[in-house]
């Protein structure tokens, strides 16, 4: 099963989570009205109540209007709050604190480069890191809505009591989360349980109410006990929907551990690091305890399982452990090629079946080529990406122009439109920013996520602003500067301004025009003679099964046309959104070289419609 086959996945399993939910709903529902009626008929006529006085109409509508209000109600008071904070407000209330991109702890540069390696190799943002630092329990999860604004939460035994291998196998599976689309169910379906727990809440404090009233008259001191009763009767309903929500993430959860564990085998190529993870769980006195209160409303998005669950497993979100070594380490391990690939300026890029098989399931090679990229960098840029004014300041030392009257008016300029800090560390890495490789440039925004998203929102509107203004100081706009505009605002902008994008439905048919364009463009960058352009294009065409009509050269590259293009190849379907990736490897490849200006258009393209591209390996 590829990305594409996930995403679709994803989308069944958000059906099939809606239509559980629902059931459960519907259940409680009819509980509640069968406990009100009773206990309505019994305030009313004591002992003496028949049974047919328990059907009531305006009372079943009352009922269930009030008990689908306290559902939606919850449900969307979580869900808001879910939104607003993402990945970081699951971490937090689990007591996680920001691993600082800097920190010169060993155990937590130890997570940071693990993540930064997988994110690289993977082509997506570097998720911020949380460690959970009172929880010794050997436990990991993701969480977040997209790639873009995943955080990766550890605890303080993973840190401590696993080796580097064993850490990479841990955040293996959790980067198969992010990348399956199991992430953003994960974090839905807290938001939805939280509506029938809320049940709960209401019966707990209605019992308080009725246990601190006083008796009156022999008709009040009734009523009094039938409010009593109706709050131990809805304490009693949180208790049913805990038991239906445990259900719900146990139908949902399972399985997909099990493919998360497979996942991370083939990312790192050694299930030993999975499997010895494992082991040290079931042998560890504090296994994958998580002690926080909020554990439980978050126990299916563990790596392990993080609370104990009774009923023989029938609540248990993950398989048993046993199971999970077992089949982890009966996993052939292939062999692994050793030592750092060379690093040419311009890349070729393998099959292009072979590279669509990585998206969302980055290999070994992959991995260890983000490696060998982060080591090589200047110790300045390395230490400078993980703070927020170091990583402001590389960003906008690789948007200074090489003529020297604009470069000197983009540096007066941002002597005034930039922070004082930003300024300075800009001045101090000029020179080691100017060594930096081309091949390296996507890898370092990607790097730099962490820090950007540390701004405050008036910092990242001064930083906006001041990109767009160094980006247009020469009155136009190279293919590099287009691409690093269109990858920071993919990640940053849906941060900063709470907005979300839908998945898409639309078919290729319905975008013609915008799919052809988005491969002419393509194939302007990588084939310069009309010869090979005509042929890559017509080619790239033919996959997608779009009519090749007149092939002349583009005369340049038309940006706002361009951005119009890829808003409308998102709105596609995920297997059509394959096809079109499909067509742009077939373009790029017919001269047998893809150069790095391809690579980062074609990176450009994947993230802003929502496919992370995969690190592209030089030849070899």
């Known amino acids: 099963m590829d990305f594409f086959q996930h995403q679709e996945k994803a989308k069944k399993n958000t059906f099939r989570l809606i239509m559980l939910f629902f059931c459960a709903v519907v259940g409680i529902v009819v509980v509640v009205y069968i406990l009100v009626a009773w206990l309505n008929a019994f305030a009313m006529k004591g002992n003496e109540f028949q049974q047919q006085d328990l059907w009531n109409p305006v009372l079943f509508v009352g009922v269930t209007f009030f008990t689908l209000l306290v559902i939606g109600l919850g449900t969307l008071y979580k869900s808001m709050q879910l939104k607003s904070g993402g990945g970081s407000y699951v971490a937090e209330s689990l007591g996680g604190r920001l691993i600082e991109p800097g920190s010169n702890d060993p155990n937590k540069q130890k997570i940071l480069h693990v993540v930064e390696e997988m994110a690289i190799a993977a082509g997506i943002p570097a998720p911020s890191v949380y460690l959970l630092d009172q929880e010794e329990g050997?436990?990991?999860?993701?969480?977040?809505?997209?790639?873009?604004?995943?955080?990766?939460?550890?605890?303080?035994?993973?840190?401590?009591?696993?080796?580097?291998?064993?850490?990479?196998?841990?955040?293996?599976?959790?980067?198969?989360?992010?990348?399956?689309g199991d992430m953003r169910l994960n974090i839905r379906l807290i938001g939805l349980l939280f509506g029938i727990l809320a049940l709960g809440l209401i019966g707990y404090y209605t019992m308080r109410s009725a246990v601190f009233a006083r008796g009156g008259s022999r008709q009040q001191s009734r009523g009094t006990l039938a409010i009593l009763a109706l709050g131990i009767g809805l304490t009693a309903i949180g208790f049913v929907g805990t038991f239906f929500g445990h259900l719900i993430k146990a139908a949902v959860s399972?399985?997909?551990?099990?493919?998360?564990?497979?996942?991370?085998?083939?990312?790192?190529?050694?299930?030993?690091?999975?499997?010895?993870?494992?082991?040290?769980?079931?042998?560890?006195?504090?296994?994958?305890?998580?002690?926080?209160?909020?554990?439980?409303?978050?126990?299916?998005?563990?790596?392990?399982?993080?609370?104990?669950?009774?009923?023989?497993?029938?609540?248990?979100?993950h398989p048993p452990i046993e199971e999970r070594i077992r089949r982890v380490l009966s996993l052939e391990k292939g062999e692994v090629k050793k030592g750092p690939p060379p690093k040419p300026a311009v890349t070729a890029a393998p099959a292009g079946a072979s590279l669509m098989a990585t998206m969302g399931r980055p290999n070994v090679e992959q991995i260890q080529y983000a490696k060998t990229l982060v080591g090589n960098l200047p110790g300045s840029i390395k230490g400078a990406i993980r703070d927020s004014f170091g990583a402001r300041a590389v960003i906008y030392g690789l948007l200074l122009s090489k003529e020297p009257e604009i470069r000197k008016m983009q540096l007066d300029a941002l002597a005034g439109q930039s922070y004082m800090g930003v300024y300075r560390e800009l001045n101090r890495m000029l020179q080691d920013i100017e060594q930096i490789e081309v091949t390296t440039r996507i890898p370092l925004i990607d790097m730099s996520m962490p820090a950007f998203k540390m701004l405050s929102k008036n910092e990242y509107r001064v930083f906006r602003e001041n990109i767009k203004w160094l980006i247009h100081a020469d009155k136009k706009i190279d293919l590099f500067e287009w691409v690093l505009e269109k990858v920071l605002v993919q990640h940053l902008d849906d941060r900063f301004s709470g907005a979300k994008k839908r998945h898409g439905t639309e078919q290729i048919k319905d975008h013609m025009r915008s799919c052809r364009f988005l491969l002419e463009t393509l194939s302007h960058v990588g084939h310069k003679d009309s010869q090979n352009y005509e042929k890559a294009l017509e080619k790239s065409l033919k996959h997608i099964e779009i009519p090749a009509e007149s092939l002349k050269p583009l005369k340049g590259m038309k940006h706002s046309q361009l951005n119009q293009a890829i808003d409308d190849v998102a709105l596609l379907a995920p297997q059509e959104k394959k096809k079109i990736l499909e067509a742009c490897l077939v373009c790029m490849e017919y001269d047998k070289v893809i150069t790095v200006y391809e690579a980062e258009l074609f990176r450009a393209i994947g993230d802003a419609i929502g496919c992370p591209v995969p690190l592209i390996l030089p030849s070899k």
């Not at 604004?149 to 980067?175: P, S, W």
């Not at 551990?257 to 993870?277: I, K, Y």
């Not at 994958?288 to 609540?315: C, D, N, R, T, W």
């Open 254 to 317: 399972r399985q997909r551990e099990f493919l998360a564990d497979a996942s991370a085998v083939q990312f790192t190529r050694n299930p030993e690091g999975v499997g010895n993870a494992l082991k040290k769980i079931r042998d560890y006195a504090f296994g994958s305890k998580v002690a926080s209160p909020h554990a439980a409303e978050v126990s299916h998005m563990f790596f392990s399982k993080g609370i104990l669950s009774g009923m023989a497993g029938m609540f248990a979100t």
């Open 138 to 180: 050997i436990n990991a999860f993701a969480a977040g809505y997209s790639p873009g604004d995943a955080i990766i939460g550890v605890t303080r035994g993973c840190i401590e009591q696993l080796n580097r291998d064993e850490l990479q196998g841990v955040i293996a599976h959790e980067f198969s989360h992010i990348l399956n």
